[in-house]
């Protein structure tokens, strides 16, 4: 059970999150939890009718529920999307921990850095010379901000986060334990006969306002120019995003994937778990990405594409298909080349003409 900082009761709480309330509306709220886990006192939540087996049973004193689910008469809030409000109502009721406002007398701050007063450094922070760090942004224990790099308002940095040289976050960034921001682009130059030439990578990363990385994520620097994160992308754990991506509006990357340079997300694009581009592809707007997907051209926006090499959805699944039927097909190949063999010879031994 997660407990609120402060009870409240559900007719509060449907009046907060604009659902309909059911009943029991003096019934008060003292903690949130799954359907299994939850017990007396708690909110739990029901997406759909596959749910109400799990909602009956279930010791929780409400719930947010689906337009199909039945409560049985125990108190209940109705959501048309009651995974939305649900995770509203969670905020509400456990808003996060948030450290105080200061140093920790461990954290060495540069005389030329500027770090708001409303800021909080936690324990081995290193804020280097020229860096910025705005109002009311957490950074936790041991992140290193390198000199000249802009860290905006009501950030959240956790621990050992590095921001390299240059690097800029806009407003409300957040960034999960391990994120590397502006490390170099892998930048080599091969050479027949000698050791690959280092080409030095001198541009920077720019994180716009609203954007999440997840924990061991990296964003390369750009070799000239900017490797952009757009306004309110998700980036989940372990996604590597080389020199010169750029990442659109609200786009999501799931975990593991991995964009050679230069290649371009269009907004609301979502990229499933581990796929991998190739450099300078362009991945329309709003397009789709399959898990595992091997991307060796372009997507068209709206495009949904599957599989590695990866190719249009449709044709995907029939190729799934066909991959499934190959163990019957070979052996009833192999079934007619004995039956065409018996067949060529002829009771005395001699072979046809065929």
């Known amino acids: 059970m997660a407990v609120p900082a402060e009870p409240r009761s559900l007719s509060e709480l449907a009046a907060e999150l604009g659902g309909e ?5 003096d019934t008060l709220i003292q903690g949130v939890a799954s359907l299994d886990d939850a017990e007396s006192g708690d909110l739990s939540f029901a997406r759909s009718p596959a749910y109400q087996s799990a909602l009956t049973a279930s010791r929780a004193s ?27 109502a969670v905020a509400l009721l456990v808003p996060p921990e948030r450290p105080a406002a200061g140093r920790h007398p461990s954290a060495s701050v540069e005389p030329s850095a500027e770090v708001d007063a409303t800021a909080s450094l936690g324990a081995g922070v290193s804020v280097g010379a020229g860096s910025r760090v705005g109002a009311r942004t957490v950074v936790h ?24 040289e240059g690097t800029c976050l806009g407003d409300r960034v957040r960034l999960q334990p391990g994120v590397i921001l502006g490390g170099d682009g892998f930048g080599f130059l091969p050479s027949a006969g000698a050791a690959a030439r280092r080409v030095p990578q001198v541009g920077r990363v720019v994180i716009e306002d609203d954007v999440e990385i997840g924990a061991g994520s990296t964003v390369d620097r750009a070799a000239l120019g900017e490797t952009r994160i757009r306004r309110g992308a998700k980036i989940d754990n372990l996604v590597m995003i080389a020199h010169n991506c750029d990442i659109g509006e609200d786009a999501i990357i799931v975990a593991q994937s991995g964009l050679a340079g230069g290649t371009r997300v269009g907004a609301r694009a979502i990229l499933m778990a581990r796929v991998g581009a190739a450099g300078q592809l362009e991945i329309g707007e709003g397009a789709i ?26 044709a995907w699944h029939r190729e799934v298909i066909a991959l499934r039927r190959l163990p019957e097909l070979l052996k009833r190949l192999q079934r007619v080349e004995r039956r065409l063999d018996r067949e060529s010879t002829d009771p005395g031994g001699e072979e046809r003409e065929r």
């Open 141 to 164: 224990a041991n992140v290193s901000i390198y000199p000249g790099v802009e860290v905006g308002e009501d950030c959240e940095l956790h621990a050992g986060v590095v921001l390299r």
């Open 289 to 314: 990405v399959g898990a595992r997907a091997g991307l060796h051209r372009d997507v068209p926006a709206g495009g949904q594409v599957w599989g590695s090499p990866a190719v249009e959805r449709r």
């Open 62 to 88: 409400a719930f947010i529920i689906g337009p199909d689910l039945d409560p049985g008469g125990r108190p209940a809030i109705r959501a048309a999307d009651p995974s939305d409000t649900f995770a509203r």
């Open 21 to 25: 309330l059911l009943s029991g509306g």
